[in-house]
Structures are given as structure tokens and as C-alpha cells.
């Protein structure tokens, strides 16, 4: 568990009794999780398991059939995505969704702009004129931001050419430039290569260290999950077979069963 997570604190995120029926079919079935503030925590299944059904749940693209979702402790099951983000919820996308000829530089200040003035990004939108020269605490917030995910040497160099793996941090660092008290992540790993990936691992680490900010991040990387998160929940066919830290579920036998119907950890699958 990170150094500063706190479990006496209430939930950042939490689904309750959360089921998803897509007419006959059963995607969800009483799955509940928390988010602890200031924690990572990894959502990991075999194909099929709920992953996105429930990640669609928590972000506000689909509504359950049944159970509840809170952020904070304030109900938002019906809640839309963009009334989640202004209450303090960001996310990532699988396909990173980035402007190609915008720089990485130009991504963390738009969405810092987003945060801290609104009236002004429309007014340079609008006008025509581009974006106006920034105040000195913004070029800090960006600097900082830029500098935690390690984007510095490329900060001015476009979305276009760059390759995947900066490309998911950007992403991150967008979603961080808003301030948010929680990001769900959407697949971080997806497409990336092991140098990548192991770099996506420690700046998430980071930024969970340095940001008042909790993680919930989908996973097929069972290996990443086990890395980096406090805590991990597994479901299998709909339903929520193990929940723990990392070594709990790698010691897990309903997870074994699970991913390979065998005497063989999530970890080791991921490594053959
Ligand atoms: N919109 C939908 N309509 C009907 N069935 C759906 C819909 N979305 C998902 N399902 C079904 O719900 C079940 C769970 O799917 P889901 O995509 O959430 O699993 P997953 O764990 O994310 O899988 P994967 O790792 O393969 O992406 C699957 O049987 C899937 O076919």
C-alpha cells in the first residue's frame, strides 16, 4: 500500500451491489469496490470477465440495472460523464484521443486552462488569435505537471511524432492537469512494450506519491496490476471472485482457476 493512503478515510470511488444486465445476459452481478483516497487500485479478469462493463459503470457511460456508485460520498449512479469529471473525476482512453498537431506542451495547458480559466480558453478559441501568453502560476502548474511525468525533452515536440508510450502519458498528464481527485485508467499498457511499460509504472507510482489522487486502472498486464497497485479485485464471468493486495491474489486459487484452470498465477500466465 502507498505510504500515505489512508484506509480510515472514506471511499474516493465506490460501486455497491453494482449489476448490469444486457437483456438476458448477466455482465455484472453484485460487484462491489472501493477506491481508497490516495491508493492504486487494479481491476483484472480473463476476457469477457466485466472489465469494461464495469469501468463503463464507474465513468458514467452506462447506467446498472441495479447497485449504486459514489464519488466522495455523494451518489453519482445516474450522474452523466461530464457532471463526474466537474466533480472531480478524470479518465484515460485505451486509444489515446490527443490532438496530432498539438505538442505534449500545448495538451497540459489546454486542459489546465479547462480547470483554472475557462472564460479564457473559449476567448482564445473564439478569436482566433491562438493561446495567449500564459500567466506565470500557470506556466508553474504546467512545468510541474510536465516535469512529474518526465515530458520535459519532448514537451514541444508534436502528438504526431511522437510514439504510443509518450502518447499515454500525455494522456495522463492531461487528466492530472484538471486536478482531479480520481482517474480511471483504460487499459495503460495497451500496445505498449516492456521499456514502456515499466516507465508507465514508476511516473503512475509517482504521481499517486506526489498528487492528492486515487488510480483505478482496467488492466490486461496482470504482472503491471500486481506491480504497482495496493489493492487488486478479479472478476471472472460477471462476478467478483478475489479482492486483496497483490500477493493475496497471486496466492488466490479462485484466481488461478480463473485465468487458466491450473496451478499457475496471473503473474506467470503474463510471463509465458
Ligand atoms: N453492450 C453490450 N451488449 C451486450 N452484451 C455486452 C455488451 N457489453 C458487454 N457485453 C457482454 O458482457 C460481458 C462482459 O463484457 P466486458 O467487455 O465487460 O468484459 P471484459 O472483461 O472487459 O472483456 P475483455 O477483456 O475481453 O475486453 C461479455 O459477455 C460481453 O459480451
Given at each position: 500500500m502507498s505510504a500515505t493512503t489512508d484506509v480510515s478515510l472514506p471511499a474516493r470511488l465506490s460501486a455497491r451491489d453494482v449489476t448490469m444486465r444486457f437483456g438476458g445476459l448477466v455482465?455484472?452481478?453484485?460487484v462491489s469496490i472501493d477506491v481508497p483516497p490516495r491508493s492504486v487500485v487494479g481491476l483484472v479478469g480473463p476476457n469477457g470477465a466485466g472489465k469494461s462493463t464495469l469501468f463503463g459503470v464507474l465513468s458514467g457511460l452506462l447506467t446498472p440495472s441495479a447497485g449504486t456508485v459514489t464519488l466522495d460520498g455523494t451518489?453519482?449512479?445516474?450522474?452523466?460523464a461530464r457532471a463526474r469529471a466537474r466533480r472531480g473525476m478524470a479518465r484515460t482512453f485505451q486509444h489515446p484521443e490527443l490532438?496530432?498537431?498539438?505538442t505534449v506542451r500545448e495538451h497540459v495547458v489546454l486542459a489546465d486552462r479547462v480547470r483554472h480559466s475557462g472564460a479564457r480558453l473559449w476567448t482564445d478559441a473564439i478569436t482566433g488569435?491562438?493561446?495567449?501568453?500564459?500567466p506565470a502560476d500557470e506556466t508553474a502548474r504546467v512545468d510541474s505537471l510536465i516535469d512529474a511525468l518526465g515530458l520535459g525533452p519532448i514537451a514541444h515536440r508534436r502528438i504526431g511524432d511522437l510514439p504510443l508510450g509518450s502518447c499515454r502519458l500525455v494522456e495522463v498528464a492531461r487528466a492530472l492537469a484538471v486536478r482531479p481527485r480520481l482517474v480511471l485508467l483504460d487499459?495503460?499498457?495497451?500496445?505498449?512494450?516492456v521499456t514502456e511499460t515499466a516507465e508507465l509504472a514508476d511516473v503512475l507510482q509517482q504521481v499517486v506519491a506526489t498528487h492528492d489522487v486515487s488510480l483505478l486502472f482496467v488492466e490486461h498486464d496482470v504482472e503491471l496490476v500486481l506491480r504497482i497497485c495496493d489493492s487488486v479485485h478479479v472478476l471472472d464471468f460477471g462476478v467478483k471472485i478475489a479482492a486483496g493486495t497483490p500477493d493475496q491474489i497471486r496466492e488466490d486459487p479462485a484466481v488461478r482457476a480463473a485465468y487458466?484452470?491450473?496451478?499457475?498465477t496471473p503473474a506467470q500466465e503474463a510471463q509465458s
Open positions: 455482465a455484472l452481478d453484485n451518489d453519482i449512479t445516474r450522474t452523466s490532438f496530432t498537431t498539438l488569435r491562438g493561446l495567449r501568453r500564459p487499459e495503460p499498457s495497451s500496445g505498449l512494450d487458466l484452470g491450473a496451478d499457475v
